[in-house]
């Protein structure tokens, strides 16, 4: 089984950060809602943010956390929550399901054997069931906040791709996703070397900035963005 990459407290100081980004939350639960079908299992649920707005729209869904400390909170959060399970689950894994849809949001990256842990993913899922990732975008964008998160890839559209061919599945859906939003991460963490935690920066982004974001890649898929998303069947 594969170890737990990056610095777990600075992990948890981003997502606390991240959680702050109502807009830009909103924007991706909704990337994924046409996808998860019935009963799906998050991979890497971390707080729970995600878990919470997809289960308002679904009667089942499983939340996993691979840190046992995390994997506490997650459990204590969602307690009052009765359609959501929560398991502990770390990729690579050779636990099977029957579940609807697996989705990892910035998740992939992480894992040495990215293949393997998309596999593990598969296995997880009903024949014919969706594979719903994002994944943050572009090696020049590695900034010293990657390196202590525990990322040890960024990806481009040929690199998902291909990882995922590899694994077996049938692309469906890809496309980057917030483009301003990748501007802004560059100059924050490689150049002013500053980290995504919650604060003016954040608040600016995800009020005035994201919502004109969003609005303008409705119309148009950009050619480069923040993260990648993509979408998956496994086979039949």
Known sequence: MADITGDQRIQSEVLEG??????????????????????????????????????????????????PDRLVQLKERLA?????????????????????A????????HIEDHVGALRSMAGLVRPGGRIIIIVPAFMFAMSQ???????????TKKTMRAAM??????????????????????????????APKEG???????SLVLPVTKAAERLVKPPFG??????ARTPL
């Open 226 to 231: 923040q993260s990648v998303f993509a979408v």
């Open 145 to 155: 906040v990657d390196i202590a998160t525990g990322h040890v890839r960024r990806y």
């Open 200 to 206: 003016p920066m954040v608040k600016v982004y995800d």
């Open 18 to 67: 991240l959680a702050t980004a109502v807009n830009h939350r909103r924007w991706f639960v909704e990337l994924a809602l046409p996808f998860l079908g019935d009963n799906p299992i998050e991979i890497g649920s971390g707080l729970g943010d995600y878990a919470l707005e997809w289960s308002a729209h679904l009667p089942r869904f499983t939340a996993t956390e691979a840190d």
């Open 165 to 194: 061919t590899e694994a077996g599945l049938t692309i469906e859906k890809m496309h980057y996703a917030n483009a301003l939003g990748l501007i802004g991460y560059y100059g924050a963490t490689s150049i002013f070397k500053l």
């Open 80 to 100: 009052d929550h009765p359609s959501i399970d929560v398991r502990q689950m770390l990729l690579p894994s050779t636990d099977g399901g029957d579940y609807s």
């Open 102 to 109: 697996a989705v990892s949001y910035n998740v992939l990256e």
